[in-house]
């Protein structure tokens, strides 16, 4: 495997960190967090899905009784605790990078700018 | 079709991952395209982000599937798994390499197959429009317009201004509701071009409805259309280009608009077009609304539904507002409808759909022709690999695998020859299909946008299956049949494989064709050279025509009412006047009015002679051909014959007294003479126009011919026959249209264009000069139409050509690689390589002869037929010599089906009786 997670696969499941969520409201999700940056296709989206399914990433889980009604009767996702250790890990890897990004001046400004 | 797109789609996934995620990945989908929607190109980005999307992933997870398949580690069901690889990577692989290994096929079939699909491809975008025309505005769903449809006569009463007016002030489902006619005012730019300006006077809602920002100044606003505000005008981005040289500084320059001068106020954005194909936009003055119920001139209305409402909604409200019109006001309104629709005209009708199947059965019909000939060389050259397919019978494929493999052949093959087809179909909308669809039908509503869409991909797309599965699967059944059978044979290379009756059956209609086709082209040829020969009787090419419009709207009713009367005389007197001053002009050898064109199509009429009154009274015998009473009749100008330089043979010419109502003169033809009058004395003869049969008006008046001239292009060049030219003289305003004519003693006649324009403009800048031409060229769209299709039909008859020849090359080809052993037999037992050849190509030859008489048949019978038409130049039918003619053509077809057993015979007689023996 390699040692880094496809950034798709990333941002699915940092969508999922927060709450259960069906594949449309993964999607919708994403787009708003990174300002219309990535786009999930529906191939992409569900293929990823599968994948993290079998991997044992995310698991289906019933809707949430909250859930906003969204046509038909989706599937929703929750993040497994192996999912939850592979997100931090990658979030961990990449704020490495940050890191050494702003210790070379590479970045603008402080924290959150 | 964006749902259908996406289902599509979605079989690229492995079965079981559709079955599980369809419906979601579906609405991801809908969502997707929703948030496309309203950005530059959306549906083709839509679909090429959905085509990219499925590629990657979709073949992703067909190809892991198959890896964990292959380790024995699937997940899946193994079952399924063989049966969604039933065609996989491999045939195709083997496909394309079957493609490259025999080009000569590849190119064949694949270019037969291409021009199938060009035809079907050119043939949706050209009908789609027609059929489901979308407007290229951004509320188009909501764009309406609105028509009072006169039930007493089942026809469209466009004198709607009166109840505009109730319209837009009391309708509240529909906004924005304006007005639009084409602007009878002249449109002068002061540039030398002669050509017409497309105007239209329109409300200022206009702009708003169709949602458009001008590209300098400003667009027209309400207060534009005040009675007593000055003129204003918004140009088009291609007339501000050509006719203003793209000048910035345009706005607020002016252009004459009949008798009154307007200031341009804005340049709208390339593409504006709204509300049909106008380039040049006037205010619709307040003043013209205000008309008596059912009268003033003709005008069109727009409107945008209000949000919420639909046609329906808007349909009940309109439909009580006319209910009320008609109870108040009965005399006009009693059988009047208002009705809403959406803005492009669809055609829904039972006859346009009928039109379109017909058209589509064509397309398919065309598909299915070309495709079973692909199919037989495919047949022919799968039958030389029988034994590939027996030795992998043996091995345990299925009957389907091996179907599957030869449709792979024919899919790869239809694919490429989607993709040419589809190039060459773009290419010809961009440079053809305007010019085509323009010289039918006139000028086109913006909305008529010939370019590829999607769903013309898609088209493609299906004919390619379509096309492939003819080609691929009725040649693979066949040759897949009782393999099993012959698995039990022990010899494969003599097996019991042979051409069967469809086989036959194709070829020998495709040589009827190949043998057909060429005298069609012929015949065409000889239409072309009919119209482009058709001899005006004088020099033509030195004389400028164009055509004068009337300022004032002739549909209101025209009449015989002062009003009417008087504006007639108006414009009879300021042409006269107009040919006066142009004939005084140097380097103008005469002027003259008509009102038709020589050799352009003149109105016919059933004529009556007053001899012939009297020898039925006497009783006399009737001659033995009937003289022709049809007549094509022209008004024209007394100077007519005289600026044509036409002489007058007996008799004499018009005067200027002849055009005064109440003289009842006419002049006529060498036709007319020696069809009509049979060669008797025209001079002093009474002749008027025949009456409809069970009229009851009073008889027409006589006329008395009072000259002959020579034929001066009467008729029309798609008439068949000589016509009988018939001339009475006529001021313009009893004209139908009217046409002048300059003679330009020296150098090209369009030079004078721009002198005529502004000669024109100094007498009456109401007079309005449109297409000027040469008046050799009127015809000049009528021979390019003709042209096109003579095109078509060559090519037509190329690709039949080389397919027959193809196909025979295949069958005889066939038949040797079959028969090998037993030439090797029959040549080692001493027979003559003659009557080997004779035995081997007696089948091939049998097809061919049966092929050729068919096709030699049916031109004979359609030659036979052909002076019942009313095609011109049919008069003569099947002669001796034309038909010595076709059986000479048909020995030369022969002759190259023939050549097409070259390469085969010369195999045949190569064999080696040693060699074949061998092969056992």
Redesign the interface.
Known sequence: MKDSLPDHWFQILLSLAGQDL???AI??EV?ERTEGRV?L???????A??QMT?RGYVAETAAPPDAAP???K??FYRLTPLGRRVCSAEAARLARSVEVARARRLLKGSRGA | VREVFYRVLLHA?PRD?RL??G???????A??AE?ERGRALAALRIAV??LL??A???W??RVDERRAHRLGTS?WNAARAARSTLMNGLDLKLAARMLVKYPGLTVVGGLAMAFAIWVGVVTFAMVTPFVYPSLPLPAAERVIKIENWDTATNNEDSRILHDFGIWRDSLRSITEIGVWRDSPRNVMIDDGDPRQVYAAEISASGFRVASAAPLLGRVLVDADEQPQAPWVAVIGYDLWQTRFGSDPNVLGREVKIGTDVATIVGVMRDGFAFPVAHEFWLPFRRDLVEQAPRSGPAASTFGLLASGETLETAQAELGAIGRRAAAESPATHEYLEPRVSTYADTMSGAEELGIMFSIYFFVVLLLILVCGNVGLLLFARAAARESDFLVRTALGASRARLVWQIFAEALVLGGLAALVGLIFADIALRNWGTTFLEGNLGRLPFWFALRLTPAAVLVAIALAVIGATVAGVMPALKLTRGLNDRLKQTTAAAGGLRFGGVWTAIIVAQVALTVAFPPVVFWEQGQLRHVQDFDPGFAAAQYLSVRIEREFPVDAGAGADPLTAERGKRFALALEELRRQVADQPGVAGVTLAERLPTTNQSRARIELASDAAEAAVGETAPVRRPLRVVAVAAVHPSYFDVLEAPVLAGRGFTLADSQPGARVAIVDQGFVDQVLQGRNPIGQQVRFARRPNSDSAAPPWYEVVGVVNDLGAGSPLDKGRAAGYYIPGTPDSYDEVYMMVHVQAGDPMTFASRLRDVARAVDPSLRLVDFQRANEVNAVMVSIIGLWLRVTLIMTGVAFVLSLAGIYAVSSFAVSRRTREIGLRLALGASPYRVVVAIFRRPLAQMGLGIAAGTLVILTFSALLPHTQFPGSETGLTVARTAMFLFYSTIMLGLCLVACVVPTRRALKVEPTVALRME
């Open positions: 069906h594949g449309l999607t919708a787009l786009h296709w529906p191939g992409m989206l569900y293929g899905l599968k079998t969204a046509g038909g989706p599937r | 996934y991952f599980r995620y419906d979601e990945m579906e609405a991801a989908f969502a997707c948030r982000r959905a999307d499925t990657s992933h979709g992703r997870m997940s």
